[in-house]
C-alpha cells in the first residue's frame, strides 16, 4: 500500500512589535551627574535605572518623572526630553533607542512608565552582554558616529539578536500593560469594577513585594470583600491572590540570587517568608529545584561561559 504523504500548512509570524532600526544601545555604569540637556528625535527611547534615581522630563508630559531601581521609561517619538540625577549613591542606567511598527505602541505613549518583573530585568541583561560583546564602541561612551558599529569579531547575528531581545522585552511590557489597564467598552459596569479591583490588587502585589502584607491589606486597598476579590482575581489571573504573590516573589528571589549579593536567609526576610526554610519549600515548590540547585545552575552556565572566553554578564 502505497504512502499517502502528510500535507503541514506553515504560520506565518505576524510582524508583532518589529523592531526596523536600532540607533542606540548604552549602559552607563557606577556613574554620577551625567550631563544631559535634552534633545528630540523621531525614534522610541527606553531608559530603565538599575541603581540610584533620576528625574525625566518629557514636553508630552505635564509632570516629570520619578525614576528609581527597576522602574523603565518608554519616551515616544518627537518628544523632548532631558533627565537630571537625584541620587546621593552611584547610578546604573541602560538606555536603547530604536524605530518600532506596531499599533501597540501607542498604549505606551499614555502608560510610558513601567516597574520591571525579573524577566524582562534578565532581558536588559541579555541585551547589554550581547551588546558589549559585539559593539566597536563602549556602552558607557557616547560615539561621535550616529549609529551602531559592529566589531571585525562581533558574534554572528548580534544585530539581529538584540532586536529580537529587544522585541521580547515590549512585548512583555505590554503584556503586562494589558493586564492591568485595557477595559473592553461591552462590560457592564460591574465587570469593569471588578476588572478594576483585580487590576489595583495585582499592581499592590508587585509594589509590595518586599512588604509583608496580607489578604486584609489587599481587600483594604481595592475595597472589595475577600470572597469577591478571590473569585474574580482567580477567575481573571488563573490563581490565588496569594498564590500569585508567592510565584512574583520567587520570580523577585531568582533575580536576587543571580545578583549573588545576598544569603538565602537575607533573601528569604527581603522577601517576607516566615523562615529560609519556608522559603526553600516554596521556591522548590514553583520551579522544581532547591535555591541551592538553582545557584550551582547558575554557576555551571557562568563557569561555562568564562571558560569558553565571554565576559560574566552584567546585572543592572
Known amino acids: 500500500m502505497k504512502n499517502t504523504p502528510v500535507r503541514y500548512y506553515g504560520t506565518t509570524a505576524d510582524p508583532t512589535m518589529h523592531l526596523q532600526e536600532l540607533f542606540t544601545i548604552h549602559y552607563f555604569e557606577h556613574f554620577r551627574d551625567y550631563p544631559f540637556c535634552g534633545e528630540s528625535h523621531d525614534f522610541w527611547e527606553l531608559i530603565y535605572v538599575g541603581t540610584g534615581e533620576i528625574i525625566v522630563t518629557d514636553d508630552l508630559h505635564p509632570a516629570p518623572f520619578h525614576l528609581q531601581q527597576g522602574n523603565l521609561l518608554l519616551l515616544q517619538p518627537n518628544s523632548f526630553h532631558s533627565f537630571q540625577y537625584c541620587s546621593r549613591s552611584y547610578i546604573d542606567l541602560f538606555i536603547a533607542s530604536f524605530t518600532v511598527t506596531d499599533p501597540a505602541m501607542d498604549s505606551f ?63 512583555l511590557l505590554y503584556r503586562e500593560l494589558q493586564a492591568t489597564q485595557p477595559l473592553h467598552p461591552e462590560q457592564t459596569s460591574s465587570q469593569k469594577s471588578n476588572l478594576n479591583c483585580v487590576n489595583r490588587a495585582v499592581v499592590f502585589l508587585k509594589d509590595n513585594l518586599y512588604t509583608p502584607v496580607c489578604m486584609e491589606d489587599i481587600c483594604r486597598h481595592v475595597g472589595m470583600s475577600a470572597s469577591q476579590l478571590q473569585k474574580n482575581f482567580s477567575a481573571k489571573m488563573g490563581r490565588t491572590v ?29 522577601l517576607c517568608f516566615c523562615s529560609v526554610h519556608h522559603f526553600s519549600r516554596r521556591f522548590k515548590q514553583f520551579t522544581e529545584l532547591t535555591p541551592s540547585e538553582y545557584a550551582r545552575s547558575l554557576d555551571a552556565l557562568m563557569n561555562g561561559v568564562e571558560q569558553g572566553g565571554g565576559p560574566r554578564r552584567p546585572i543592572p
Open 109 to 171: 505613549a499614555q502608560y510610558p512608565l513601567h516597574q520591571t518583573t525579573a524577566i524582562q530585568r534578565e532581558l536588559i541583561v541579555r541585551i547589554i552582554t550581547e551588546a558589549r560583546q559585539g559593539f566597536l564602541v563602549p556602552l558607557s561612551e557616547i560615539p561621535m558616529e550616529q549609529m551602531v558599529l559592529l566589531r571585525e569579531n562581533a558574534p554572528y547575528g548580534c544585530v539581529k539578536m538584540v532586536q529580537g531581545l529587544l522585541e521580547m522585552l515590549l512585548i
Open 242 to 270: 496569594m498564590g500569585f504573590l508567592a510565584e512574583l516573589r520567587i520570580e523577585e528571589a531568582k533575580f536576587l540570587i543571580r545578583q549573588q549579593e545576598y544569603t538565602f536567609t537575607e533573601i528569604a526576610e527581603k
